[in-house]
């Protein structure tokens, strides 16, 4: 990954992080966007023991149209290049049966969880590098299958597979990659301080790592299924 420029949307989350740190360590020069200063401060300190690669910060939402762009214009002054996206977005709540389920709490999910990453798509692919620039999207396997107690966020996670594999055929003419990854639980910092995590979880970093694999391999795969270790 060693001279590309490579913009992680959700950088400063529990496993954006963990990706930041991978590609840090991989030679990248990396962009990571957060709503607050506050945590776009937090990740230069945890990623400061790296000497490799460059990371900036770009601080902005996707919350509407408008806020996307803005946030665009302001990447766009830190790089006249993307060769990676990574869209590490949105998150899990659980708890009641859909029938259970607020409207308002659904709308919440709806945007958070799918309206973020329409965005995302819309208004950054155009920032890749023609021909070769690579899109990734982190899912989880709720993607897949029914999810009692969580069914509004598993909906989520199944449309933003469609639109990652919709996203995929749409950028085939045009040598662009996506690469859709259905993730199990993931060991975060957060999980692990409330132990809560399970030796055979990969860690975020781990996940940035596994980009970084595809980055380097000419892999035409879309959708990629992230097992857990076994034990």
Known sequence: MKDLTTLVLGGTGDVGEGIVRSFLKHGASVIASSRTQTKLDALRDYVGDIATG??????????????????????????????????????????????????????????????????????????????????VHING?????????????????AAQRSLATTLAEELRPSGMKVHEL??????????????????????????????AHLIGTDDREVVHWIEPKKG
Do not use: C
């Not at 900036?56 to 665009?72: C, Q, V």
């Not at 396997?141 to 996670?157: K, R, T």
């Not at 993730?183 to 970093?205: F, L, Q, Y």
């Open 54 to 135: 460059t990371l900036k910060g770009a601080m902005g939402s996707l919350d509407t149209p408008e806020a996307a762009e803005a946030l665009r214009d302001r990447i766009g002054e830190l790089a006249s290049r993307i060769d990676v996206i990574v869209a590490v977005l949105g998150g899990w709540s659980q708890g009641f049966p859909i029938t259970g389920v607020g409207f308002d709490q659904w709308q919440g999910i709806v945007r958070n969880n799918l309206t973020t990453h329409f965005l995302a798509m819309k208004t950054f692919v155009p920032l890749l590098a023609p021909e070769r620039g690579i899109y």
């Open 141 to 157: 396997q709720s993607a897949e299958g029914p999810h009692p107690g969580a069914g509004p966020v598993a909906a989520m996670s």
């Open 182 to 211: 259905l993730m199990p639980p993931i060991n975060t910092r957060r999980r692990i301080n409330h132990h809560h995590d399970r030796p055979e979880w990969p860690s975020p970093e781990e996940i940035g790592d596994y980009i």
